[in-house]
């Protein structure tokens, strides 16, 4: 039976391998715990030894795909020449081609192994060696993380769906993990039945685009088929909508944003770091190539749809950093403020889908580069607009700054037993280094100078404005809402800082980190701090990457 | 056969009952105080649902609407009645708080649906390069699932597997001690 081009799915493949050893094997072992199996091979451990390889192999993926849009290959469609680049395909029998393993996916396979590299050491540290289902948490970890690197390079709807379905049932159950505690059962539900509310919207609404389109489900074959009238038709834009539905409620963006405070705040604090690093990373890649792969082949402001999400991201900006001001947890402050995060994120999807491609390049991921003439080196494949490179550069910037915030509220959360931000006062003389490292993170949240966060604000907002030259005045307004939201969030981001420098202590005992923590913590902040230090490589890299998606 | 000098064929007249049966006992699960008699109409409204698909000539997705939904889903749902023991009790009834809010939501999501829906253009095999494919038999659904499918034919036995670990994980009785 022919599969398929195997080496190109082989992360997400090495990781569902992983993680059946790890259920196998710590199911095993836990029938005698803290002996025999269990001693010799401590899941807990286990599991982020076979992660490792896996976060190496997915940056090793990342370079070959590089290397791969070096190349041009020349197409004959019709009876024109057309060069591209090459970009591998994942194609079955049939030519149909369900997976494009180009730079941009494998990037965003990265950021998922990385981020769930890193939850996996905060688990380490939050969870003792004696919890219950051990096994089960960290293969169903994995597998949720091979599902997120599995949506990010799909591009066929029912890839897609089943993708970000796999990732959803693993992160349901993970939501509800702790079973003793009420408010994890409770996210646990709460996440559930919105999850499938929003997709069961969003299956209707693929279904829809399915069929006015003429009946396939592959994400080129719809952009071809929404070429025709059919792009105009009422059914086209209940599908697009209803479709955009099912991936807002995996960003938490904002009319589907309800789930996320209660689920941040009742899931296991590793958990609620994966939900808003990998998931959303998923959520993030799926949408932006379902906009620019499918939906956007005509000058975008004709269209309705591209006008709700102008609304929606500047909507997720104002209500997250506004609705977080008043907390009083900084589970749910973190939730509302990843909310607005998503917001600034979406600045860069709005305006790079003004880079639309043109329709020709668009054939040869149908199928299967049939026609393939020559295959030569290119002279340079290098993407100058900063939108999508901004995007790149900030969700890896997010990964590292929102983890490392996360890491350290699990490891003050499991020592203080409490959430509260009333908590964190005077923490820089309980533990100092936690409590610089909070700041770092926060401000970089918030995107102040030395910091990744200032790096991808700045590409992001430099790109909506660079593209708002062009008469598209919508990207001007939203990169200078974004400015002022960051100004906003510095306010309650500033505000856990104040507090734990200048607010009395309280007599109480200094905490000590774990080396597991620590180690998190240190990479985090090395990802925070270093990256301004590279940025002009970074962001060299960066627009490598996006060359192979939008040319 | 003509009624009221329209021509009416058995086609319609098929589709005519089976909707009625659908959209009935569709009504009838959610008006239905009793939550096991709700359940047991949403079994005749999913059979409903069959039948349109054997007017459409879909055969095979007929029959897999009946097996799945109507054997397996219902029962399922009948079964988790059974096992909660508070919903078994006499007097429980189905909670409908706000009547006129929801069906009302529900009446304008149905006009919209069906304007955008009634009035769009339905684009016809504009992609595929060959003859259109009318084979819609088990052979084409072995077929694509094998063949052009087979990346989500395989994704979706790791989807059940996860389904069944979470199942385990959250369904286990967690006794101090045992792992």
Sequence with gaps: MFIGNIKLIAPALYLCAAALVVLILGVIAARKPGKGLDYQLPTQYLAPALMFPGVVYALWAVLESLIEVCYTVDVLIGYELVRV??????????????????????????????GTFIVMLVSLDYFDAAQPHKAEYYSLVMFATAAASLAACASDLIAIYLSIELLSLASYVLACFVKTDRRSGEAGLKYFLYGAACSAVGLYGMSILFGVTGGHTSLSAIARGLTT????????????????????????????????????????????????????????????????????????????????????????????????????????????????????????????????????????????????????????????????????????????????????????????????????????????FLAAALT??????????????????????????????????????????????????????????????????????????????????AICLVGTLGLIAAAGPVVDFASLVVSGFLD | ??????????????????????LGSAALVVLMPNIMRAALFLGLTLLGVAGLYVLMNAAFLAAVQVMIYVGAVTTMIILAIFLSHRLMQVGFAQA??????????AGVMFIFLFITVANSLWVRDICAPGPANTDVGVHAVANALLQPYVFPFELASVVLLVALVGAVVIAKEDRPGEP
């Design chain 1, 229 to 432: 009238p059919a792009a105009y038709s009422g059914a086209a834009w209940v599908g697009i909508v209803f479709t955009l539905v099912g991936f807002g409620f995996k960003l938490a963006l904002v009319p589907f944003q309800f789930w996320a405070p209660d689920v941040y705040q009742g899931a296991p604090t590793p958990i609620t770091a994966f939900l808003s690093v990998v998931s959303k990373a998923a959520g993030l890649a799926v949408l932006v190539r379902f906009l620019t792969a499918a939906v956007f082949l005509f000058p975008p402001q004709n269209f309705s749809w591209y006008w709700i999400l102008v609304v929606l991201t500047a909507g997720s900006m104002f209500f997250g950093n506004l609705v977080a001001i008043p907390q009083r947890n900084i589970k749910r402050m973190l939730a509302y403020s990843s909310i607005a995060q998503i917001g600034y994120l979406m600045i860069g999807v709005v305006s790079a889908v003004h880079a639309f491609p043109s329709l020709e390049r668009l054939v040869p991921r149908l199928w299967n580069l049939p026609n393939v003439i020559v295959r030569t080196r290119a002279a340079s494949w290098y993407y100058e607009p900063w939108d999508m490179v901004g995007l790149v550069v900030y969700i890896v910037a997010y990964m590292f700054m929102n983890l490392g915030a996360f890491a350290v509220v699990a490891g003050i959360g499991t020592r203080t037993r409490s959430d509260a931000i009333d908590d964190y006062a005077g923490l820089m003389q309980r533990s100092p």
């Design chain 1, 440 to 521: 770092v993170f926060l401000i970089s949240l918030a995107g102040v100078p030395p910091t990744a966060g200032f790096v991808g604000k700045f590409l992001i907002f430099g790109g909506a404005i660079q593209h708002a030259g062009q008469n598209h005045p919508e990207l001007a307004v939203l990169a200078v809402l974004g400015i002022i939201n960051s100004i906003i969030s510095a306010y309650y981001y500033l505000n856990v800082v104040r507090l734990m420098f200048f607010a009395p202590a309280e007599d109480r005992p200094s905490l000590r980190a774990s080396l597991a923590l620590n180690a998190v913590v």
């Design chain 2, 96 to 105: 409908i708080h706000n009547p006129v809010f929801a069906f009302a939501a």
């Design chain 2, 1 to 22: 056969m003509a009624i009221l000098g329209f021509e009416i064929t058995g086609y319609q007249i098929a589709f005519v009952v089976l909707a009625g049966i659908t």
């Design chain 1, 85 to 114: 680049p090459a970009v591998a395909l994942f194609v079955t029998r049939g030519g149909h081609a369900q997976l494009t393993a180009d730079p941009f996916g494998a990037l965003f396979t990265l950021v998922a192994f990385a």
